[in-house]
């Protein structure tokens, strides 16, 4: 039976695509890698800025947008940085091709836990 995706995307064990496929379309360049990133450098990068926020925002309630204003340009400037750092981003696509590959063996999506 023909396919209308490529082969590289529909071949494979599962008919889930190439498990050792490394190229990338243009949403996992600009969407899924970019999320792992953010997950990434929010959980273990910019820990102290994100927890920083969240206690002003806790004490602020409703004077949250005026009273964490430093904070949250701290938080941001971090996940910043960490997201224009090439090695990073080399390494969260290096995760994103694992979590892939992964799957066009098995069959079982990654139990990722998403952060909130």
Not at 2 to 22: H, M, R
Not at 59 to 73: A, D, H, W, Y
Not at 88 to 111: A, D, M, P, W
Request: proline residues 3%.
């Amino acid at each position: 039976m023909a396919s209308v995706l490529s082969p590289n995307q529909s071949t494979g064990p599962k008919g889930l695509g190439d498990p050792e496929d490394k190229t990338l379309r243009k949403v996992e360049e600009e969407v899924l890698i970019p999320k792992i990133m953010r997950d990434l450098a929010k959980k273990e990068k910019c820990t102290e800025f994100v927890k920083a926020f969240e206690e002003c925002c806790k004490k602020s309630s409703l004077l949250m947008v005026v009273k964490c204003r430093t904070e949250n340009t701290r938080l941001k400037n971090c996940l910043s940085d960490w997201y224009n750092n090439e090695d990073f981003r080399h390494h969260c696509q290096e995760i994103y091709l694992n979590e892939r590959s992964e799957y066009r063996r098995t069959g079982v999506k990654s139990k990722t836990k998403r952060m909130s």
